[in-house]
């Protein structure tokens, strides 16, 4: 059995059993098609954890040296600086159509073909365009204001009467969560959410120093009673808050469940950050954003990325009248402006009214794949008509981590619970898989039956 000599090194103990992989192969102790140990042989012989070793074969097969597959062992590929004998992972969109054979369901993102042919159109429309001006210049605060009213527009499907002059245009979705949280608290502030929420909450709060706690969840997400007996022992600042199609748990706030969100921040004093980024897909038209119960202590937070397209990096804040200022000269501080030409493109979009076209394309091809999720992954998914991510309840006898490792090493791209985990707990045993990031039906639900097998598979150990 192969075993590598590992010598002393500051890095991760997977890079260094991948470095010894890789030395291995290159002097010919390691010939080609040799089979490697089992990660739970090699996990004993080194005294790791097969976990490791599971990561290190990962890294291996990333550097393509080796493949392997679930059940069949991890085998050499070929010496270093030679040609593989069999293409290692091809990530290009045409070779996933052809052969599947990684698929990342891993980012949230709408589906593509459509908005190409959109994007192409508007891109030769901005051209012709005969009054670019506002496109080319510095905009005032907020940005330019027949772009805000673009925004207000936008806004109006949620917020009906939403007014232009308190719309702040954003880089995106993520750079609205830095901008409210650092004009809005202040270093060392408490700052609250879902205990499972989107990894971009964790990392921008803990950037700016905030202390960060997560609110224990039901199925509609926070659970008020819980987030009274922190407010009855703390003070926190902030609430952020993704009430419709939450990130990863996909759960979706009653009205009922918002109002008493809100009447808690009344009552305790403090801000909401209504992350309303899903809010287009709420299952019930009479859902109402978190912010409108306490509109004067909220920021509405919301882009383009997820309706529209990412790249336009396209995001709107709504906020009462007396929190402008902060913000707008917080956009200043961080990128002086979001790009007015994107904002342009962005304000075509909807004044072309497209935006209601993409909505309604956006919903019905989601609620396609969640068809489909439902028939290859069964009771095990957790999700909301139209969310555009499900949550795979994993059965007992599987961590999340090791699920999402070997989901990966069987060529499909997963997150794990603990990447959204704000303190570390219990396993909540689940992953995060998103539906709507390959580009065909026939590749979602080949994905999905890869990881249909890997749960019908029963025993994790059996791969070690
Ligand atoms: C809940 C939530 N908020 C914000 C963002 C960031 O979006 P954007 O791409 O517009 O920055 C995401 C992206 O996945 C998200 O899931």
């Not at 508007?122 to 005969?130: F, P, Q, R, S, Y």
């Not at 750079?175 to 989107?198: I, K, P, Q, R």
């Not at 419709?244 to 909401?272: G, V, Y």
């Not at 570390?424 to 045993?429: I, K, Q, S, T, V």
Request: aromatic share 6%.
């Amino acid at each position: 059995m192969w075993v590598p000599q590992i010598s002393e090194s500051h890095q991760p103990m997977y890079l260094t059993i991948a470095d010894a992989l890789a030395r291995d192969i290159a002097s010919g102790t390691l010939r080609r098609g040799e089979r490697l140990p089992t990660l739970r042989e090699l996990a004993q012989a080194l005294d790791v954890t097969p976990g490791t070793i599971s990561r290190a074969y990962m890294e291996a097969s990333r550097r393509g040296l080796t493949h392997g597959e679930v059940g069949r062992g991890t085998y050499v590929l070929d010496r270093i600086g030679e040609k593989p004998q069999q293409p290692v992972v091809d990530r290009s969109p045409a070779a996933h159509a052809q052969r599947a054979e990684e698929l990342d369901l891993s980012i949230i993102k709408p589906y593509g073909d459509t908005l190409q042919y959109w994007l192409r159109n508007a891109l030769v429309e901005l051209a012709g365009a005969e009054h670019l001006e506002q496109a080319l210049d510095y905009p005032p605060d907020g940005g330019h204001p027949a772009h805000r009213e673009a925004g207000a527009q936008w806004l109006r499907h949620w917020l009906p009467g939403a007014q232009w002059q308190q719309v702040v245009i954003t880089s995106g979705a993520q750079h609205g969560l830095m901008v409210a949280l650092s004009a809005m608290t202040e270093a060392g502030d408490l700052v609250l959410c879902e205990s499972l929420c989107y990894p971009g909450i964790i990392s921008a709060a803990h950037g700016l120093g905030r202390r960060l706690r997560g609110v224990p969840m039901d199925e509609q997400g926070i659970i008020p009673e819980a987030l009274r007996e922190i407010c009855q022992r703390e003070r926190p600042a902030m609430l952020v808050c993704v009430a419709t199609c939450q990130n990863p748990t996909t759960a979706i706030m009653s009205n009922a469940r918002r109002a008493q969100i809100a009447a808690l921040a009344e009552e305790f004093d403090f801000l909401l950050l209504d992350d309303d980024i899903y809010g287009f897909l709420a299952t019930d038209a009479d859902t109402r954003p978190l912010s409108t119960f306490a509109p004067e202590r909220s920021i509405y937070l919301t882009s383009l990325s997820k309706s529209v397209a990412p790249a336009l990096r396209t995001g709107y804040l709504y906020s009462p009248a007396r929190m402008l200022s902060r913000l707008t000269s917080m956009v200043r501080s961080t990128v002086w402006m979001p790009s007015p030409l994107t904002a342009q493109l962005a304000s075509q979009v909807i004044n072309q009214g497209l935006d209601g076209q993409l909505i309604r394309l956006h919903r019905a091809e989601a609620a396609a794949r969640q068809a489909i999720a439902r028939e290859v992954l069964g009771d095990a998914v957790r999700a909301q008509p139209y969310s555009y991510h499900i949550w795979l309840n994993l059965p007992e006898q599987w961590r999340s981590d090791e699920f999402a490792l070997l989901a990966r090493a069987n060529g499909v791209i997963v997150m794990s619970a603990s990447q959204f985990q704000v303190e570390r707990g219990d396993d909540p045993r689940g992953v995060r898989v998103v539906l709507m990031s390959p580009t065909s039906r026939e590749e979602l639900r080949f994905a999905l039956t890869r990881l249909a097998s890997l749960l019908e598979s029963g025993d994790p150990k059996r791969f070690y």
